[in-house]
Nanobody, 120 residues
């Protein structure tokens, strides 16, 4: 079992940056791929970014490539999402996920989500 708790969301202006963190508990954290998903009001949840258990391979949605960066620190059981050049369309609840198929867009464990709001 893995428990996930996100933090770092907030209200920012377009062009600003935010860093989301996801703290995981559970002894098997380092064996799972980790990822971030988001859900905007009235829309389905969508994949944002993921990294393999080793943190050496990375995957991004086209909409965030070049602006977002995912990383993980297995010594701290934490995964991060650095978000730069934020746009209003990035406004959503961001969820952290863990699992063996996260890099394919499917998570086994989920956090409760953190709100990111980007204003003009």
């Amino acid at each position: 079992q893995v428990q996930l708790v996100e933090s770092g969301g907030g209200l920012v202006q377009a062009g600003d940056s935010l860093r989301l963190s996801c703290a995981a508990s559970g002894r098997t954290f380092s064996s799972y791929a980790m990822g971030w998903f988001r859900q905007a009001p009235g829309k389905e949840r969508e994949f944002v970014a993921a990294c393999t258990w080793s943190g050496r391979s990375f995957y991004y949605a086209d909409s965030v490539k070049g602006r977002f960066n995912i990383s993980r620190d297995n010594t701290k059981n934490t995964v991060y999402l650095q978000m730069n050049s934020l746009k209003p369309e990035d406004t959503a609840v961001y969820y952290c996920a863990a699992g063996h198929r996260v890099t394919q867009g499917s998570g086994d464990y989920w956090g409760q989500g953190t709100q990111v709001t980007v204003s003009l």
